[in-house]
């Protein structure tokens, strides 16, 4: 027997999509929604539609954009000699709330994951390559993630680049206001390689 | 500075909204429908305003229905002489997922809770109270939550009822399956005191 009338089934089954949200969340949140005014519920879906149609990939550096530019390759006042390269624009968000950075970005939108299948073709590696030939950059900084796929990826690339230009890795060590007792070994490890003298 | 292209931080704002999605979440949502295809977020968005539009609480019992009265309510198969009354619309479905029970419901969208300054005239009490004076009732069980909150309302519609039909509640124990030794000692001892013959 079914227990939901249709349009509910559906809706459950549509946020089942998401990701994060499982049946069980799905059906707590179908369940919150009829209870939402017919106005909350139009700006919600007017709100997912309307980011899809507005927002497109930056077509230089591939950080969300809502102009053919992202703002960032926008900006005059950054730095176009360096660019950073991230694995994802939430990655990209995370290092301009750093407030660390003023070169530009690329964003590869994914990693090399040969375990997975994933090769160098399946992320927008070319698309770098590309800008180098054009763009006047002296250095590109590596901000792939520390997991396995984030160092593999770092090593490819850096592997292709070292003959043409600078190429830096973000520094590995224990998280600031780490406790030494709860970082992983290999953390350790990368803390202890990457000393500096004070 | 505003790190999300507009659309993207209305997106990430509207799903926030959702129970149970904080801001990580809805960012990782948001971002993930970025590269879903427009006609899946168009379903999306559709199957938000369908269900909103189509969906509404039945005229009699108050669950979820698309006509005037719920399927349940409409089912000529069921015993009309019993009512189980419970919390929400998910309990009825809970209920009716197990399979026994075959009278019809009465859902009360929400409990009593002094604590909280919900009174008995905030759930569909009275609503209950006037289906007993033309429906021909024999039972009325309760199926509110064996919380604080499911056992206030429970007993109170009890009280108020017993003078005029006969009221159940059902039982609390140990669940299937349990295992005594991570059952917490208030279970362990309605689960006693609702100890029956064998």
Not at 116 to 121: A, H, L, S, T, V
Not at 148 to 173: F, W
């Amino acid at each position: 027997m079914n227990y939901y009338p249709k349009p509910l089934g559906k809706l459950v089954s549509e946020l089942s999509k998401l990701p994060g949200i499982g049946s069980k969340s799905a059906q707590r949140i179908a369940f919150d929604l009829l209870d939402w005014s017919r106005e909350d519920v139009m700006e919600l879906a007017k709100s997912l539609v309307n980011a899809k149609d507005k927002i497109h990939y930056c077509k230089k550096c591939y950080h969300i954009a809502e102009e053919e530019l992202c703002e960032i390759c926008q900006d005059s006042g950054r730095d176009p000699s360096v660019i950073c390269v991230v694995e994802d624009p939430r990655d990209l968000i995370a290092m301009e709330r750093s407030g660390s950075y003023h070169g530009l970005y690329h964003v590869l939108h994914g990693t090399i994951s040969p375990m997975d299948g994933r090769g160098p073709d399946e992320i927008r590696l070319k698309e770098l390559l590309e800008r180098l030939k054009t763009e006047e950059v002296k250095e590109v900084i590596l901000a792939t993630g520390s997991d396995m796929e984030g160092e593999t990826t770092a090593l490819y690339i850096a592997r292709l680049l070292k003959p043409i230009l600078k190429v830096s890795r973000i520094a590995a060590g224990i998280p600031v206001g780490g406790d030494l007792e709860y970082a992983d070994e290999i953390t350790l490890m990368r803390a202890m390689e990457g000393r500096q003298e004070l």
